[in-house]
């Protein structure tokens, strides 16, 4: 069955580091671009990240530019965000999300799998 | 970059339509072809409904139809049923961003 695995966050201290990992079962992850996409405590989605299906292409919100660094490993199927420096308002429930999958000439450009997601809290 | 703007919040009645709007500001008007909709029940998570403007993914309900006119995109939900109340976001997708909008609580009343 196809699935996203979330874990690694936690409760941090700002100006502290938590790195993310995101496991797939189910899907060909190598043929997967993946995004990290995030929603604070009753506040909207924002996306954050994405990597492509090679990991060569690789792109960032403005928000985290500088902090934060997406990665992965097609030979474990897991998608990782490293996060540094670590403010308040990156607390949020952190998921990660098939992002763009192309098969037969055709591709979705869309999350169209969703992970259960992980909290991060940064406070003092 | 773009930034995509919904409505805060709509409402109808069971067996009503109602329509949802998400309109995109960005100097490049041309990469807004990549629209999709996502619904998301409270403490759940987000499920994609439309996606490249005005496609369903399989197993979504044919109440759910999507479209675009300009910059603005709409997600349209005929027959609403109490099953519908929840909160909806648009995203657009470029080669080198991708951006939600900030979501509209829907109400069945």
């Known amino acids: 069955q196809v699935q996203l695995v979330e874990s690694g966050g936690g409760l941090v201290r700002p100006g502290g580091s938590l790195r993310l990992s995101c496991v797939a079962s189910?899907?060909?992850?190598?043929?997967?671009?993946m995004s990290w996409i995030r929603q604070a405590p009753e506040k909207g989605l924002e996306w954050i990240s994405y990597?492509?299906?090679?990991?060569?292409?690789?792109y960032y919100a403005d928000s985290v530019k500088g902090r934060f660094t997406i990665s992965r490993d097609n030979a474990k199927n897991t998608l990782y965000l490293q996060m540094n420096s670590l403010r308040a308002e990156d607390t949020a429930l952190y998921y990660c999300?098939?992002?763009?999958?192309?098969?037969?000439?055709?591709?979705?450009?869309?999350?169209?799998?969703w992970g259960q997601g992980t909290m991060v809290t940064v406070s003092s | 970059q773009s930034a995509l703007t919904q409505p805060a919040s709509v409402s109808g009645s069971p067996g009503q339509s109602i329509t949802i709007s998400c309109t995109e500001t960005?100097?490049?008007?041309?990469?807004?072809?990549?629209v999709s909709w996502y619904q998301q029940h409270p403490g759940k998570v987000p499920k994609l409904i439309i996606y490249?403007?005005?496609n369903r993914p399989s197993g979504v309900s044919n109440r759910f139809s999507g479209s675009k006119s300009g910059n603005t995109a709409s997600l349209t939900i005929s027959g609403l049923q109490a099953e519908d109340e929840a909160d909806y976001y648009c995203?657009?997708?470029?080669?080198?961003?991708?951006?939600f909008g900030g979501g509209t609580k829907l109400t069945v009343l």
């Open positions: 999300a098939s992002d763009r999958y192309c098969s037969g000439g055709i591709c979705l450009r869309a999350f169209d799998i």
């Open positions: 189910g899907i060909t992850f190598s043929d997967y671009y």
């Open positions: 990597i492509s299906s090679s990991g060569n292409s690789i």
């Open positions: 960005s100097s490049d008007v041309g990469a807004y072809n990549y």
């Open positions: 490249d403007v005005s």
């Open positions: 995203s657009s997708y470029t080669s080198n961003n991708r951006v």
